[in-house]
């Protein structure tokens, strides 16, 4: 088969994405991009009941967020258009109308409550080959009173004329050859007269086919409908075009058993929204991966091993590796449970990835929060510094707010623990071995610094402890020197004599 790679992403604007349809974009966009094909984007709204206005605009604000680029679709437009289905009615009828001319698909015109009353006495009714004898469709009413009814005004769907008894071969290349006898799927409905609007299934294998898309890549979820599309491609004789089926594993609980939901990330506090998303009904806000303080980077790669793995134990990987190790046959059957910590993991790791001054830009707005103004290339000092203590950016300020503003107080224990009667006049001392300094880098200042504590007999331990509460304002943060260096001379000596002077 030398057909040209080209998949789908095919949301139903219903509300915002979940983190599991980005981990679905996502294997798409790598599939794609490693066979050189296309990524399309293609808006499946024929379900007006459950339109979520915004929904289609987030999704696409996610998807170029985390750097998946469409090639065609709603906003890029391609030969295919218009990508959104609301806007290809024209097209759907006429595919209705080839299946009724075939025979392999009837009007229907029971209305909701003669189905309902069918349910009260038929129990586990299902409309399909045993029973569509009993109802009223184009099957059993006689042609003129079909048209005649049509005519009048009466709404109809129409169904699906499954045969029951044949084996349906599903091909996925990720489950294998997955069988299902036909008895089991009832007569779907593929269109309604009253919003002249097919329904999902419909409108999805004739716009696959249309679209000649090569590969159905998609959640789990949809494997129950893999049959009945599959016989759709057979009603239309579009067998040899029929795309590859590939459904991707759940994402499931962190504790493993069941899947993912809004709820787990609602009690364990993590988003499973790519965005922060506001309910345009209720003005319930749900967190996002952005808001939170991910990189893109870190999302995409933590995202892409939820169901896959390279064959070995690589972890971190760029878009352009993935790309390069993605396929789809090493994509794997069970779930993959959602290890949200691993997921920290990640942004910490691309923290330290990301040049420092990239860092400095996103930390720069956290700063101007707190009321500090210092240079761009001051703050990229203190990032090189702190970095690796933290998974967010928003999280450096605890980390490094002692480069920026001396301290205000001295913690208490600190302070009994590590300030000897002896402190303030060795403190006043060193201040006058750090006046003597001329290059204050932090390499010369400790050689000096510890030269001058040996040459006293002090206790290293002591000096530096009482020196770091002065500076710090308790014991934390990166090496001494590295401190000192950074703030500078003047400043060091500053906090110094602050501290002499406050500390009791
Ligand atoms: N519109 C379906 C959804 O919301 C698409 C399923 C498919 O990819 O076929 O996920």
Redesign the pocket.
């Known amino acids: 088969m030398s057909q040209k790679v080209r998949v ?1 992403f ?3 604007p219903t509300g915002p994405l979940h983190i599991g ?1 980005v981990r679905t974009a996502l294997y798409n966009y790598l599939f794609a991009k490693k066979n050189n094909g296309d990524f399309i984007l293609r808006i ?1 709204d024929t379900d007006s009941q459950r339109f979520v206005p915004g929904a289609e605009e987030y999704i696409i604000e996610a998807l170029t967020w985390l750097g998946l680029r469409f090639d065609e679709g709603t906003h890029a437009g391609g030969a295919h258009a218009p990508y959104r289905q609301s806007e290809r009615k024209e097209i759907y009828k006429k595919y209705v109308d080839i299946l009724l001319e075939k025979g392999t698909a009837y009007i229907a015109f029971d209305t909701p409550e003669e189905l309902a009353a069918k349910r009260e006495v038929v129990s586990n009714f299902q409309y399909d080959a045993s029973t569509r004898s009993e109802m009223r469709n184009s099957l059993t009413l006689p042609e003129n009173e079909v048209q005649s009814l049509i005519d009048a005004g009466n709404q109809y769907v129409v169904r699906f004329k499954i045969e029951p008894g044949q084996e349906v071969l599903v091909n996925d290349v990720i489950r294998g050859e997955v069988k299902y006898n036909s008895s089991v799927l009832d007569d779907k409905v593929l269109y309604k007269s009253a919003d002249h609007l097919p329904t ?1 299934h419909l409108a ?1 294998i004739v716009d696959d086919h249309l679209m000649e898309i090569s590969h ?1 890549i ?2 789990e979820e ?1 494997l129950p ?1 893999a049959p009945l599309h599959v016989l759709l491609y057979q009603a239309f004789g579009w067998e040899d075009t029929m795309p590859q089926f590939a459904h991707l594993p759940l994402l499931l609980k962190p504790e493993g058993n069941g899947k993912l939901s809004k709820r787990d990330g609602d009690r364990l506090g993590f988003p499973v929204f790519p965005l922060e998303w506001k309910d345009p009904h209720s003005g319930e806000i749900s967190s996002g991966y952005r808001e939170s303080g991910y990189l893109p980077e870190a999302v995409i790669n933590f995202l892409a091993l939820l169901g896959w793995n390279p064959g070995n134990d690589q972890e971190i990987m760029s878009m352009d590796e993935l790309i390069q190790l993605f396929s789809l046959e090493k994509c794997s059957k069970s779930g993959a449970k959602f290890d949200y910590e691993k997921g920290k993991w990640f942004n910490h790791q691309y923290i330290q990835l990301r040049p420092n001054s990239e860092i400095a830009n996103i930390f720069y707005p956290i700063l101007e929060e707190k009321g500090v103004d210092f240079p761009l290339q001051y703050i990229e000092m203190v990032v090189g510094l702190v970095k690796e203590r933290v998974n967010f950016v928003k999280e450096l300020w605890d980390q490094s707010s002692f480069f920026f503003v001396a301290p205000e107080a001295y913690d208490e224990k600190v302070v009994k623990k590590r300030w000897k009667e002896e402190s303030p006049a060795q403190m006043q001392e060193l201040i006058e071995v750090l006046q003597g300094i001329s290059d204050f880098s932090a390499h010369n200042q400790e050689e000096i610094v510890k030269g001058w504590i040996e040459s006293k007999g002090y206790h290293l331990g002591n000096i530096m402890n009482a020196f770091r509460l002065a500076v710090v304002g308790e014991s934390k943060g990166p090496h001494m020197f590295d401190i000192t260096a950074v703030i500078g001379k003047d400043e060091t000596v500053a906090r110094l004599e602050k501290a002499i002077l406050n500390i009791k």
């Open positions: 789908r095919a949301p139903s349809g499946e999902y999805n159905v998609r959640g949809w409908s």
